[in-house]
T-cell receptor, first 113, second 112 residues
Framework: GENVEQHPSTLSVQEGDSAVIKCTYSDSASNYFPWYKQELGKRPQLIIDIRSNVGEKKDQRIAVTLNKTAKHFSLHITETQPEDSAVYFCAASRALTGNQFYFGTGTSLTVIP | NAGVTQTPKFQVLKTGQSMTLQCAQDMNHEYMSWYRQDPGMGLRLIHYSVGAGITDQGEVPNGYNVSRSTTEDFPLRLLSAAPSQTSVYFC???????????FGPGTRLTVL
């Protein structure tokens, strides 16, 4: 099956700096890559996603890049704010085999005011 | 729209007891999944369903059963609870496997 690895496991940045979280996947058939944010005690919520026919996608301060050849994708958060502090999960899904989403182990991001 | 709902929010079981975690969605989503979340291990897929009457195993299915008799409901059954099943359980639904998954609020289960 798919194996998704996520790094780093913890990340601390100063407010206003950028944060980058990286994920790699093993199955070249994966074609949908969402990122979820989970605040303490809450449910995961989608913040951005990318499909395999696109190399980059941006939504205000958040961007995701995908390199299909290297099988890795990254989340970029610019101008970080304290409310960005949370755990972020990447995931990969294969459209041909049903609803199987494979998640990374998460990155705990702390933005220091 | 209530979205994805789960009951109960908290549950304590003794080893060997059985119980059912309930999950329902009102978005007419075909795809539904159950995950468990353990510290440092992310979200691991237990079982999933691509439509009423169709279910399949995920990464960690042992000790759990599911059924999908309607589009709306996807209950998860623990047959004989074990301490290793202490976890937070999330149900999720999506329109398709290439669309956003919506998560329920979670059930925190402790098995003594």
């Amino acid at each position: 099956g798919e194996n998704v690895e996520q790094h780093p496991s913890t990340l601390s940045v100063q407010e206003g700096d950028s944060a980058v979280i990286k994920c790699t996947y093993s199955d070249s058939a994966s074609n949908y890559f969402p990122w979820y944010k989970q605040e303490l005690g809450k449910r995961p919520q989608l913040i951005i996603d990318i499909r395999s026919n696109v190399g980059e996608k941006k939504d205000q301060r958040i961007a995701v890049t995908l390199n299909k050849t290297a099988k890795h994708f990254s989340l970029h958060i610019t101008e970080t704010q304290p409310e960005d502090s949370a755990v972020y999960f990447c995931a990969a899904s294969r459209a041909l085999t049903g609803n199987q989403f494979y998640f990374g182990t998460g990155t705990s991001l702390t933005v220091i005011p | 729209n209530a979205g994805v709902t789960q009951t109960p929010k908290f549950q304590v079981l003794k080893t060997g007891q059985s119980m059912t975690l309930q999950c329902a969605q009102d978005m007419n989503h075909e795809y539904m999944s159950w995950y468990r979340q353990d510290p440092g291990m992310g979200l691991r897929l237990i079982h999933y369903s691509v439509g009423a009457g169709i279910t399949d195993q995920g990464e960690v299915p042992n000790g759990y059963n599911v059924s999908r008799s309607t589009t709306e409901d996807f209950p998860l059954r623990l047959l004989s609870a074990a301490p290793s099943q202490t976890s937070v359980y999330f149900c999720a639904s999506s329109y398709s496997q290439r669309n956003e998954q919506f998560f329920g609020p979670g059930t925190r289960l402790t098995v003594l």
